[in-house]
């Protein structure tokens, strides 16, 4: 493993099941950091600040941005959400490997800053019709909502081939075991420093 830690991006529509598979084999992976966004949305039912999100005034989050306190943010049906950097940096630094539940602008954000040692998975149901049933079983969203999700989702879609993997979570035990051996393999990667290290220290003949 790593001495500097890996990341593990995971993206794909809400309702694909992300969580869920997490939760299956979070235990099995070594030691993580799961990186809580910041929001402005507002809190629901159920959910705690710090564990679900970090909710913040938009106020607030536009002052991280000016700070430079983000990897990444992005304005997602009228609410901001954002990375903030500091704890992923220590959690790497600490060798752990850094879950990232975002969005596509997200994942690209994180590739062009820490691109050589992140893993990136797009989970997704089998088909819009699926995702279309799971979102309103869950029945936490406005229709509005529900519908602004599914157009998102078909344009998200598009751009799996920007990702390393694509798991189909038709099955979730299945879809989990996949999860489980890219997460492990997402610590073997090795950053670019680590590479010019051991090529320097590789070419021990002298000339």
Known sequence: MNKSGAVLVLSGPSGAGKSSLLNKI?????????????????????EEEGVHYHFVSVEEFK????????????????NYYGTSIKP???ALSDGKLVL??????????VNNRLGDITTSVFITPPTLSELKKRLAGRSTD?????DGRL??????????????FLIINDD???????????????RMKTPNNEINDFVQKWEDIEQ
């Open 100 to 109: 990232f539940d975002i969005d596509v602008q997200g994942n690209t954000a």
């Open 26 to 46: 979070i235990d099995d992976i070594g030691e993580c950091y799961f990186s809580i966004s910041t929001t402005t949305r507002p809190i629901r039912t159920g």
């Open 88 to 90: 992923v940096r220590k």
């Open 63 to 78: 002052q991280d941005i000016e700070d430079n306190n983000f990897l990444e943010y992005a304005l997602v049906h009228g």
């Open 151 to 164: 157009k998102m989702a078909k344009r998200e879609i598009q751009r799996i081939s920007e990702y390393d």
């Open 142 to 146: 406005s229709q509005e909502v529900m």
């Open 172 to 186: 979730l035990q299945r879809a989990a075991n996949l999860l489980r051996q890219i997460a492990i393999t997402a």
